[in-house]
Each structure stands twice: as C-alpha cells, then as structure tokens.
C-alpha cells in the first residue's frame, strides 16, 4: 500500500494500482459485510467488501465485475471456529458449497462428530502439514465418503486424528463404496494418526469398486487401530483399478495395523511402489481374490522398504500374493526381518488360479521361516532375487526358497516354476532350495543359473532327496531291487547308486525326461564282492553288454534323451577306484 493505493485489476483483468472510493485502505474488519446475491451493481472499480456466504472473503468490484480475491477458495476459518468443538454441520455446509477450502492451523482443531460427504468434483481441501488439524469426537463413523460419484478432489497437507481404540469400530478416513465412486483424484501428504498412543483411525483409505485412476502419495498412516479383518488397513482397494500408492510411510505396533496395503477383490492394473512398511500385524502388502470375485490382474509391487512385522498366521509373508492372481510381479523390495515369510506366492485353495506371476530381484533378508514360499501355484517365474540368512526362527527348519504344492487350504499341484539365476546364502537355513517331497510333488520345475550356498542340511532338496547344484545335479539314488532315478538337473544329472549286495537289480526309466539332457550312472561296488546282474529298462538304448565293477570300485554309463530314448554316449573303460 502506498498513498492509499493498493494493487488490483482493471475490468480487463490486468493488473493495476487503485484506490478506494474513500481514498483511504480499511482493515478487513472495516468492511462492509455482504452476502454474495446482495453485492452492489459493478461500476466502482476498487470497491471492497466482505462476502458472508459462497466463497467467503474479501470480493472487489473490478469496475466490470465483484471477483473473490481468493481465486474463490474458502477460508475453514470463515466458516468454522477450530476450537475442537463439534461443528460437523457448519462443516457440511461448508464442504457443500462446492468451493475449494483452505485449512489454516485452528486454535485446536477442527471438529467433527459425523460424517462428512463430498459430492463436488474438482473440489480441493488444502492445507499447512502438521498444524492444519481435522479430528474425529468420536469413532462411529467415517471421516469424508462421497453421496455421488465424485472425480479429480484433492486433499493436500491435512493431519487426520480418528477417534478408535479397537476394533470393535470401524472408522475409516476416506470410504468409497461400490454404489458411489472416487475417480482421478489425489490424496497427498497426509498425515492419517491420532491424538495418542492407542487412539486413531481403524483404517484409512478405501477405493473400493471402481474407483479408479487415484493417487496416494507422500502419506504418513500410524496407529491404525485393530488387527483383525477389515481394521488395521492403511490403503485397501476392492475392484479397484490403475491406482498409485507412492512414497507413503506406513507404520505399526504390536496391537495395530494388520495390512499396510491390500490389492484385494479383482483388483488390477495398480502400482505399490516406494512406500515404507513396517511392524504390522500380518502380510505387509497383500493382493487377493478368491474364485468368485474378479481376477487380481498385472499388480506392480515394486521398491518397497518392508520391515519387521510377524504374525503367527503360517501363511503370511511381507508380501503375500495370493488366491486368483495372475500376471502381477514383485520385483526390486528390500525386505527386512518379517515373519514368517518373505514373499508368499500361493493358491490359497482357489483350484489352480494363482498363475503367471513374476518374484524377480527381491532383496530378503533375516525372516523368520522361508525367504521365498511358492505355494501350490503355476507358472511362477522366481529369478535374480537374494535370500540371506533366513529361518531366524528356528534354524534348520525352513528353506531359503521352497516350492511345494501342499499348504493349510489342502494340496494344489505347484507347476512350471521356473527359479533362475537366485542367491541364497547363511548360516540358518535348512537348504538354499527345497522343491517339497509332501506329495503332489512339484512338477516342470525348472532350476538354472542358481548361486546356492549350503545351508545346515545341504544345498537344494528336490523331493526330499539332497542333491548338488541345479544345471548339473549330482546325488545318490537309493540301492533297492528296482532303481528309479530322476533327471533333476537342468542339463546333467550324475545320479550314483552304491550296491551293497550281490541282488540283481534294474534301472527303470528316468522321471523328468527332458530332450537334451544328460544323465549320468555311476554304480560303485561296496557289497565286499561280486556284484547281480543289472538291468537296464529297454528305454535305455546301450552299446553293449554292461559290466558290474569290481567291489571297492565304480563304473559310470552316460545317456542323452532324444525325447523318447535314454541313448548312450560313453561309458569307463575299466573299473575306477573308489
């Protein structure tokens, strides 16, 4: 202001210095008080009033039109005292006029009792961080849900206290329903809390059917209260799709918080990326669907710190993904202490629905059972992940990866698993691999390009026979009267048999044929004399006739499937020492 001159705009909207009709610049409370159908004819270009009603604020009369000098934005102050008193109706009312609030830090905070509903697209509610304070009386109801379907609001910078303390409620701070949407719209640096430890929101944010093309980011979610289903989750979709939960902190206590993030009901197409979970009560991040709902489609579950956390669920995981989920991938998470499991790829008795998924450069390390569980599922592509130091529980118990098809829901046959170019590596562990024995056994599984360091029982575990490596496994078939030997390696297998009594016996033919592979027989004489005959099953096509070694040596014969026949490629010569 400058001789009683201030900047503001001519009728065409540029700016320009002015001057009241008085000559002389009032204070706000000066002005003339009026509501917005009642402002003067334009014409006095510089004249000032106070609008009670609409877009409160200050209004000046351009000398073409009354404008708002807030750009039309509400002050929260003009309508409500921020005592921490109830004043959910003045709140409603003003949430109702449409226009975009701002929240200035309150004396307390702004209170309400009762829900309140948004039903204009395109608003905003805009805050200051910390000071600017919205806080529930009380925990019966959720904070702000649509009466319509609503598209493209914003809430920025608002710090949110709920009101429960179990999970005998159910308070959300956003909540979406199946009949009335949220689409295209933006929840930012949020702070979702409450006033102390052991009091805050049940959960947080809900998108549930449709609401689609939202954005969570920059979000900080404590003291969720409960643990049991439906309380203690911090962003829970439900049929809800292409939806981004970026850069938030998720933080819980023994008590509360069950899920930082649910992907669940056939939701698709979402990103969980760069969020920090941790502490929670069950699976750190979970996507889910069973048979009847919708397929959980094409997920990104991608650079999430997860910390501790454990549940005494068996099948939970820092990362769970679970049930009709197909072609969604967890790649690049650091996880760090959960347990039991690192990441859980599982059928969760849904008949097969849990397919084409992808576990690829996940950094695991100190769980508490399994680094990674595939569970009774198809398809799944485990590659280029780290596992270090796993069963912290009870070391020797579990595995570093282990594929199975048998878990709490039954047995689903675990197929096609493809687990390529891993390391695994510590002290705890019972074998880097386990491919689980419990019958059905896995099938098609496919183990290449592996760095397994030997755990407390060995290296890898296929079936329930140890063996060495993966592209070329070497093992010991067990001597009987009739010898099955198995074609585990990817390219080679050394199978010996160590024949302790002068019994004939015979050679069937291998499982898990697969054309090109290599097998190798080596038969070591330790009976103290002359060995049976053996046999060999006719798919085994051999040059001639076969000769026992010697007690005290071994003789090795070596076959390449053609994809119908074991065909010989080489044998010794002579017995070899043993």
């Given at each position: 202001v400058r001789a009683?001159?201030?900047?503001?705009?001519?009728?065409?909207?540029?700016?320009?210095?002015?001057?009241?009709?008085?000559?002389?610049?009032?204070?706000?409370?000066?002005?003339?008080?009026?509501?917005?159908?009642?402002?003067?004819?334009?014409?006095?270009?510089?004249?000032?009033?106070?609008v009670t009603d609409d877009a409160r604020g200050v209004w000046m009369d351009t000398g073409a039109a009354w404008v708002p000098l807030n750009k039309g934005e509400i002050n929260a102050l003009d309508f409500l005292k921020g005592d921490g008193t109830d004043e959910t109706t003045a709140f409603q009312t003003m949430v109702s006029t449409g226009k975009d609030i701002c929240f200035p830090r309150p004396?307390?905070?702004?209170?309400?009792?009762?829900?309140?509903?948004?039903?204009?697209?395109?608003?905003?509610?805009?805050?200051?961080g910390k000071g600017s304070l919205i806080q529930c009386l009380s925990s019966g109801f959720n904070l702000f849900a649509p009466s319509q379907d609503i598209d493209g609001i914003e809430m920025t910078h608002l710090h949110?206290?709920?009101?429960?303390?179990?999970?005998?409620?159910?308070?959300?701070?956003?909540?979406?329903?199946?009949?009335?949407?949220?689409?295209?719209?933006?929840?930012?640096?949020?702070?979702?809390?409450?006033?102390s430890a052991g009091v805050g929101f049940n959960n947080g944010i809900l998108f549930d059917t449709n609401s689609n093309d939202n954005i969570v980011?920059?979000?900080?979610?404590?003291?969720?209260?409960?643990?049991?289903?439906?309380?203690?989750?911090?962003?829970?979709?439900?049929?809800?799709?292409?939806?981004?939960?970026?850069?938030?902190?998720?933080?819980?206590?023994?008590?509360?918080?069950?899920?930082?993030?649910?992907?669940?009901?056939?939701?698709?197409?979402?990103?969980?990326?760069?969020?920090q979970i941790r502490d929670f009560n069950s699976s750190l991040i979970v996507i889910y669907a069973t048979g009847a709902q919708d397929t959980c489609l094409a997920n990104l579950v991608t650079h999430n710190l997860l910390e501790g956390g454990s549940t005494v669920a068996t099948e939970a995981a820092a990362v769970e993904l679970a049930g009709d989920a197909v072609q969604n991938v967890i790649?690049?998470?650091?996880?760090?202490?959960?347990?039991?499991?690192?990441?859980?790829?599982?059928?969760?008795?849904?008949?097969?629905?849990?397919?084409?998924?992808?576990?690829?450069?996940?950094?695991?390390?100190?769980v508490g059972v399994t680094g990674i569980l595939i569970l009774g599922a198809k398809d799944t592509l485990v590659q280029s992940n780290e596992v270090s130091d796993g069963s912290q529980d009870t070391p020797d118990a579990a595995n570093g990866i282990t594929v199975t098809s048998s878990g709490s829901f039954g047995t689903e046959v675990a197929d096609g698993t493809a687990v390529l170019n891993n390391r695994v590596h510590g002290s705890s562990h019972r074998f880097a691999c386990s491919l689980n024995s419990t019958s059905p056994v896995p099938t098609n599984t496919v183990l290449r390009g592996n760095d397994l360091r030997t755990g407390t029982s060995g290296v890898l575990e296929i079936a329930g026979v140890p063996v060495g490596g993966d592209d070329v496994v070497r093992y010991s078939a067990a001597y009987s009267?009739?010898?099955?030997?198995?074609?585990?390696?990817?390219?080679?297998?050394?199978?010996?048999?160590?024949?302790?009594?002068?019994?004939?016996?015979?050679?069937?033919?291998?499982?898990?044929?697969?054309?090109?592979?290599?097998?190798?027989?080596?038969?070591?004489?330790?009976?103290?004399?002359?060995?049976?005959?053996?046999?060999?099953?006719?798919?085994?096509?051999?040059?001639?006739?076969?000769?026992?070694?010697?007690t005290g040596t071994s003789r090795s014969i070596q076959f390449l499937y053609d994809g119908t026949n074991w065909i010989e490629t080489g044998r010794t010569a002579a017995d070899v020492a043993t």
């Open positions: 009683s001159r201030y900047l503001g705009f001519d009728g065409d909207g540029n700016p320009t210095m002015m001057q009241t009709p008085t000559g002389v610049v009032t204070s706000l409370a000066q002005l003339t008080e009026s509501l917005k159908a009642a402002l003067p004819a334009a014409g006095a270009a510089g004249s000032l009033r106070k004396p307390v905070a702004y209170g309400v009792n009762g829900t309140i509903t948004l039903a204009t697209s395109n608003q905003r509610f805009r805050g200051f949110l206290y709920g009101a429960a303390t179990s999970d005998a409620t159910q308070q959300y701070v956003v909540f979406s329903t199946s009949s009335f949407q949220i689409t295209n719209s933006k929840f930012l640096h949020l702070t979702i809390s409450g006033p980011a920059h979000c900080f979610f404590e003291r969720l209260m409960g643990t049991t289903a439906g309380h203690g989750y911090g962003v829970q979709l439900g049929s809800a799709h292409r939806n981004r939960i970026l850069f938030n902190r998720f933080l819980g206590v023994v008590g509360a918080g069950r899920h930082g993030v649910y992907v669940g009901s056939g939701s698709s197409r979402n990103t969980v990326s760069f969020n790649a690049d998470n650091l996880i760090d202490g959960f347990t039991p499991h690192g990441i859980l790829v599982s059928d969760s008795g849904q008949g097969g629905l849990c397919r084409d998924n992808v576990v690829q450069n996940n950094r695991i390390r100190n009267a009739s010898i099955t030997p198995v074609a585990y390696g990817y390219l080679r297998t050394q199978a010996t048999v160590s024949a302790s009594n002068n019994s004939n016996f015979t050679i069937n033919a291998p499982t898990d044929p697969r054309e090109g592979k290599e097998l190798v027989l080596t038969i070591r004489n330790t009976s103290g004399g002359a060995l049976g005959t053996l046999s060999f099953n006719a798919v085994f096509k051999v040059g001639a006739s076969w000769t026992q070694p010697a």
